[in-house]
Each structure stands twice: as C-alpha cells, then as structure tokens.
C-alpha cells in the first residue's frame, strides 16, 4: 500500500518542495509525488488534469493519496465532492495534511457515512468559496488599479509578500484561521496578514502594480 502525495501548483512562484516539506513535517511518509504545474483548480476538472487523470491509473485499493488541502484537488465544489468519493468507491483512502482529516469508504454505519459525506461537501464548498473570495480580491484590486491609472508612474513600496502568499492568505483567512496559523502557514508577518486581511483591494492593487 503506497502514500502517494498530489500537489497542483497554479502559478509560478507557488513551491512544489514547500508543500512536500509541509506534509513530511506533519510526519507523513510519501512513496511518490505527483503534481500538475500551471493548472487552474477552478476551470480545469481534476479528471482533465495530465496527472490528474494518471492518479485514477496509478492508485490502487488500499493505497492512500496525501494532500495538503482539499482546495489541491480543486476550487469547484461538485468537482472536489465527485473526486473524493470516487476514489473512495476504488478503495482508495484520502488524507489531508492540514487538520490530518481522513476519508475512505471503509465505513457501513449509515450515521458515519452521512458524517462523512457532509464533511466532504463542506469542505467542497469551502475550496469554492474560497477561490471566489480570491478572485474578489483581484477585481478590487484590478479596478483600484485602474482608478490610479494616471499615478502609477510611482508604485510605491514594492509588496513585502508574493503573489502566492497573498492567495493563500485570502484562502486561509477566507476558513477562518487565526493570524498565528495564517503567518506560520505563509511565513509573513502579521502586519502583512493585518493589511491583507483589511486593505485586500490595496494589497491586490499593489501587487498588480509592481507586474505580480
């Protein structure tokens, strides 16, 4: 029985070795990794996915396939909900990394079952929600942008955070985690996560001004 880790990096400074690291950190042992690079969880299914599609042929019952968050799977909430509970009708058993949460389709107990599947579509809906919170952001930040238009021959001081760490603060943020969690997860400050979580549309603005 393999643990193998899927990783979907959407952009280019998001990190592979980072989420790996995150996961063996929590003391997970990975037989294999496999990742899709330049992907969108919102508009491509996981099916369609190169790798994505190859994990249906390479998991076997009994294997276990490792994530660092439902939202790697993807940011649509029917396409997360169908993927996890067809790996589970394959025998296959489903981990996080982050809350160490679990699903399989071992259970017969209708109550436990019912449990389960709710989970799964909380959390389907939550990585939907999320990627909508993101691209709110980016809008706000899109028109303040062009509100300044006439002004952006000086830009400002350049952002202290990337364009991934502001993603996956407004995600984290978006499942209200704690600052604490939210600048251990991201390794910014918290006077960075403050102006993310209550300038979003200034933080975005910045970064699209500076070509982030």
Known sequence: MATIFYARVSTVDQNLEHQQAQAESAGFKIDRVVADHGVSGVSTRFADRPNGKRLFDILREGDTLLVRWVDRLGRNYSDVRDTIQEFMRRGVVVRTVINNLTFD????????????????????????????AIKEAQRGGIALA???????????????????????????????????????????????????????????????????
Do not use: C, H
């Open 105 to 132: 389709g071992a259970t017969k107990d209708p109550m436990q079952q019912a449990v389960r599947d709710a989970l799964i579509g909380f959390l389907a809906a939550a990585a939907q929600s999320t990627a909508e």
């Open 146 to 212: 062009k509100a300044n238009e006439s002004e952006l021959k000086y830009k400002g001081r350049k952002p202290s955070y990337s364009r991934a760490q502001f993603d996956n603060t407004v995600a984290l943020l978006a499942q209200s985690a704690s600052i604490s969690a939210v600048a251990a997860a991201t390794g910014l400050s918290r006077q960075a996560i403050y102006r993310i979580r209550d300038e979003r549309a200034a933080a975005e603005a910045s970064l699209i001004n500076w070509g982030m």
